[in-house]
């Protein structure tokens, strides 16, 4: 029902910035409630970055406030992550997660996501 596709890991310095995309392959767009991103590290449980509900309101970690910005563009049904000055404790796979339909349940929570992308590898050195 929806298939998501990750692009734009890499490497990275600190101090650096690199954008992450996510591409959604979903007929009715505008029926997601939730897009987020999502990242785990090794040895680490899977933690939220930042996340939209219906389009428009955003919430981050508060690791990443100030720093990394969430966006859409509904025309290109893409979700983004702008990662700016980015850390060494950055280094992470990150996915891209969507909550098709309504939910009660928080969009920064992952047990909320029904579909999730393959995960794009980022890492950060100083």
């Known amino acids: 029902q929806v298939q998501l596709v990750e692009s734009g890991g890499g490497s990275v310095q600190v101090g650096g910035s690199l954008r992450l995309t996510c591409a959604a392959s979903?007929?009715?767009?505008?029926?997601?409630?939730?897009m987020g991103w999502f990242r785990q590290a090794p040895g680490k449980e899977r933690e939220v970055v930042a996340t939209?509900?219906?389009?428009?309101?955003?919430t981050y970690a508060d690791s990443v406030k100030g720093r990394f910005t969430i966006s859409q563009d509904n025309a290109k049904k893409n979700l983004y992550l702008q990662m700016n000055s980015p850390k060494p404790e950055d280094t992470a796979t990150y996915y891209c997660?969507?909550?098709?339909?309504?939910?009660?349940?928080?969009?920064?929570?992952?047990?909320?996501?029904?579909?999730w992308g393959q995960g794009t590898q980022v890492t950060v050195s100083s």
């Open positions: 997660a969507a909550v098709w339909g309504y939910t009660p349940m928080s969009c920064m929570e992952a047990a909320t996501y029904g579909y």
């Open positions: 939209i509900r219906r389009e428009t309101t955003t």
């Open positions: 979903v007929h009715i767009y505008n029926n997601i409630y939730c």
